[in-house]
């Protein structure tokens, strides 16, 4: 008899598991196509998510490398401003991507797809960053 009502409020807990993991689904990836505005403390940057959502196609660099984050010794700031293209895309793997750069990128999208957040590392600093569309 106890055999039975272990089994049983199993079988109810599983149910009720597998219910609310799907209630927190993700948005479909297409909801995040488009293009991309990245800022932080450290500077700013544009990355182009492909018309199926599952990758970057493109990123636009603008930061500037000062001499607390470089590994040179800089007597003053130099300003980055590059363009990356991937053929055919940089992945996008669940929610996540990263990019080794230089700057090293990594970011997550939001579950509705609506924004991103995630740090990005110019030199030897490391800065957090949040995106939207």
Not at 9 to 21: G, K, P, Y
């Amino acid at each position: 008899m106890n055999n039975k009502k272990t089994l049983v409020w199993f079988v109810i807990f599983t149910f009720f598991v597998m219910l609310l993991s799907s209630c927190g689904s993700s948005a479909p990836p297409e909801t995040r196509a488009g293009t991309w505005k990245a800022k932080s403390d450290r500077g700013e940057f544009t990355f182009m998510v492909n018309s199926s959502g599952t990758g970057i196609s493109g990123i636009a660099v603008d930061y500037e490398l000062t001499p607390e984050c470089s590994s040179a010794m800089l007597s003053g700031s130099v300003r980055f401003l590059e363009n990356f293209s991937f053929s055919p895309y940089w992945p996008i793997e669940g929610n996540k991507f990263s990019f080794e750069g230089p700057p090293k990128i990594e970011g997550k999208f939001s579950r509705d797809g609506t924004s991103a957040s995630g740090t990005w590392e110019t030199g030897t600093c490391v800065s957090k960053w949040e995106a939207t569309k």
